[in-house]
């Protein structure tokens, strides 16, 4: 069985920053990528960033561009987000996923971690 663990979520002031690290456990398995997610309440569920491994590439949506990053850890199925300058509009839960099955599908996902930010 595999989990995706995220954690370094909390609440923080307009301006502050939080650095989102998502691991895996459980049976080792090969990922195309990750990607970090956010859902905030009565929102749809909006993907912030992505990295894909075997291209290098990083993915920041327009609404963070500039202000997170998305990197890959030392350790196989790691990935983190390291959030600058929030803004109250940042505040959801964040989910770590892994393509999995197929690139550009997003097959395993973590229970979230909740991202506070207050004005």
């Known amino acids: 069985q595999v989990q995706l663990v995220e954690s370094g979520g909390g609440l923080v002031q307009a301006g502050g920053s939080l650095r989102l690290s998502c691991a895996a456990s459980?049976?080792?398995?090969?990922?195309?990528?990750m990607g970090w997610f956010r859902q905030a309440p009565g929102k749809e569920r909006e993907k912030v960033a992505a990295?894909?491994?075997?291209?290098?590439?990083?993915y920041h949506a327009d609404s963070v561009k500039g202000r997170f990053t998305i990197s890959r850890g030392a350790a196989v199925n790691t990935v983190y987000l390291q959030m600058n300058n929030l803004r109250p509009e940042d505040t959801a839960v964040y989910y770590c996923?892994?393509?999995?099955?197929?690139?550009?599908?997003?097959?395993?996902w973590g229970q979230g971690t909740q991202v506070t930010v207050s004005s």
């Open positions: 459980g049976r080792t398995f090969s990922s195309y990528g």
């Open positions: 990295f894909i491994w075997f291209r290098n590439y990083t």
């Open positions: 996923a892994a393509q999995v099955m197929r690139a550009g599908s997003y097959d395993y």
